[in-house]
């Protein structure tokens, strides 16, 4: 079955820097790809998702580009914030024959300070 | 929005002692799903179901039992408690923009 594979946190970034999120994939196919983010003491949000190669994902000035090349979804923004403090998640499908709904990556968690 | 409720949202139980927690939702969603969240595994999916009455195993549902006899319920359970089931579980749905979770269900078993 299909896999995921991101960077372990936690990463620790002052305001307005710029921050990437590496996340790696191993699938059959071209499957859909997307970034979760769980903010303290809640669920987990979509944050983007990109459905084909060389598709860009974005949302709150968060991007993600899907590249078959190097099989990698990584997440960047250009300038944090405080309030983009959460745990982030790469994640995909299964994959034929797999169980369940979505495979997710470990999780890194962000801090942003001030 | 697909409007998921979890509950209880907290619970501390005894080992031994069998747990049930609740999923619903109120948008008609066929499919459902129990993930557990701990530090260092991510989220690791337990039981799903693709209807009522239709469940399956995830990767991680020894211990567990699910059950949906409403469209709008999905019910895990542990049969009896045990320390390593001790943490926050999520419940979720799929739809066509995505998939939606709740807001979990932090569990202790002490």
């Known amino acids: 079955g299909n896999s995921v594979t991101q960077m372990e946190g936690p990463v620790t970034l002052s305001e307005e820097a710029f921050l990437t999120i590496n996340c790696t994939y191993t699938?059959?196919?071209?499957?859909?790809l997307f970034w979760y983010v769980q903010y303290p003491g809640e669920g987990l949000q979509l944050l983007l998702k990109?459905?084909?190669?060389?598709d860009k994902g974005s949302n709150k000035g968060f991007e993600a580009t899907y590249r078959k090349e190097t099989t990698s979804f990584h997440l960047e923004k250009g300038s944090v914030q405080v309030s983009d403090s959460a745990v982030y998640f790469c994640a995909l499908p299964p994959g034929r024959g797999s169980q369940g709904n979505l495979i997710f990556g470990k999780g890194t968690k962000l801090s942003v300070k001030p | 929005d697909a409007g998921i409720t979890q509950s209880p949202r907290h619970k501390v139980t005894e080992t031994g002692t069998p747990v049930t927690l609740r999923c619903h939702q109120t948008?008609?969603?066929?499919?459902m799903y129990w993930y557990r969240q701990d530090p260092g595994h991510g989220l690791r999916l337990i039981h799903y179901s693709y209807g009522v009455k239709d469940t399956d195993k995830g990767e991680v549902s020894d211990g567990y039992s699910v059950s949906r006899s409403k469209t709008e319920d999905f019910l895990l359970t542990l049969e009896s408690a045990t320390s390593s089931q001790t943490s926050v579980y999520f419940c979720?749905?799929?739809?066509?923009?995505?998939?939606?979770f709740g807001s979990g269900t932090r569990l202790t078993v002490v």
């Open positions: 699938a059959t196919g071209y499957p859909s």
């Open positions: 948008e008609n969603h066929r499919y």
């Open positions: 979720a749905i799929s739809e066509a923009l995505g998939y939606t």
């Open positions: 990109a459905t084909k190669a060389d």
